[in-house]
């Protein structure tokens, strides 16, 4: 990979790494509903307008954008809402990628390698761990939600593999458009009318940063960035930076929140990280190529 590339894939690990935190600071004066309808919202608008139409069948959008931008992010932001700590999250998410492997197998009929069934059984091991840990202050039950946010990821990952975008920004925007509605609606009626209200009437200067981030920096340059970088190199050279993620997820977390990472979760994020190594790093031309082109997009 040249230097400048490798700056640029760096770039974006630590971009979607400080996102979770950035998420934290935007939850802090909005309902999380309400906060990633507005992310998506300035995702799609004015770019859906610029790039033109998705060259994808719509089925393939409209599925991505509610597994991935309804399901998943909506869980997400619910789950961060009810105490889930953004490093915890930025590693727990990243269960995905267990749950794409799974999905490949049972509905892609795929046959998986061994390496990636020991990987499976090592990151289960520490997301059990997680679970299991009684001095984590996250409640079980938000954390589940994040289980089941990343198991809908891999819902929108299985749907991109048979979609194939040939341009990742471009269909990203278009699922960022689906996202909008359905996720306004269930804020208008789970979160109430008078709370999105007051929160898009009380919002200041870091609510504002927090949406623009998490739209333009972490959405339109994340993935623009991730596309061209897919486009350039084989996806076995790419994946792996996805590891970092979580890795930048927790660091930022503890710099700029005080999230303390005890023992037993830094063995827990060990077996994880670890676990995902052995999904993700392979040799050229496997079976399961084309799904690194999905994994990671927590922006």
Not at 145 to 157: E, H, K, Q, R, T
Not at 206 to 221: D, E, H, R
Request: proline residues 6%; contains cysteine.
């Amino acid at each position: 990979m040249k230097p400048r590339d490798l700056l640029l894939a760096l770039a974006v690990v630590v971009v979607w790494g400080i996102n979770f935190v950035v998420i934290e600071v935007g939850l802090e004066g909005m309902p999380p509903l309400l906060l990633s309808a507005l992310r998506f919202f300035f995702a799609a608008v004015p770019a859906i307008f610029l790039l033109g139409k998705p060259r994808v069948a719509w089925r393939y959008v409209v599925g991505v954008g509610l597994a991935l931008g309804v399901a998943k992010f909506g869980l997400l932001f619910i789950a961060m809402d009810h105490g889930v700590p953004a490093g915890l999250s930025s590693l727990v998410l990243q269960s995905q990628v267990i749950f794409t492997v799974l999905f490949a197998i049972a509905v892609l009929r795929e046959r998986p390698r061994p390496t990636q069934i020991i990987g499976i059984v090592i990151a289960c091991v520490g997301i059990l761990l997680i679970v299991l840990d009684r001095k984590l202050s996250a409640p079980l039950p938000a954390l589940v939600l994040v289980i089941v946010a990343a198991g809908f990821w891999g819902v929108a990952n299985t749907i991109t593999r048979h979609a194939k975008p040939p341009d990742t920004l471009r269909f990203m925007v278009w699922v960022s458009a689906v996202a909008v509605v359905p996720l306004l609606i269930l804020s208008l009626l789970t979160e109430g009318p008078k709370a999105d209200v007051d929160a898009i009437r009380a919002i200041d200067l870091s609510g504002i940063g927090a949406i623009a981030y998490l739209a333009f920096v972490a959405t339109l340059f994340g993935f623009g960035v991730w596309g061209y970088l897919l486009r350039q190199y084989d996806a076995s050279t790419v994946a792996p930076f996805s590891l970092l993620v979580p890795v930048v997820g927790m660091s930022a977390a503890w710099v700029l929140r005080g999230e303390a990472v005890g023992l037993q979760q830094a063995i827990a994020a060990a077996l994880v990280i670890g676990g995902m190594a052995c999904t993700i790093i392979k040799r050229r031309r496997t079976p399961l190529t084309t799904e690194s082109r999905v994994l990671v997009k927590s922006g």
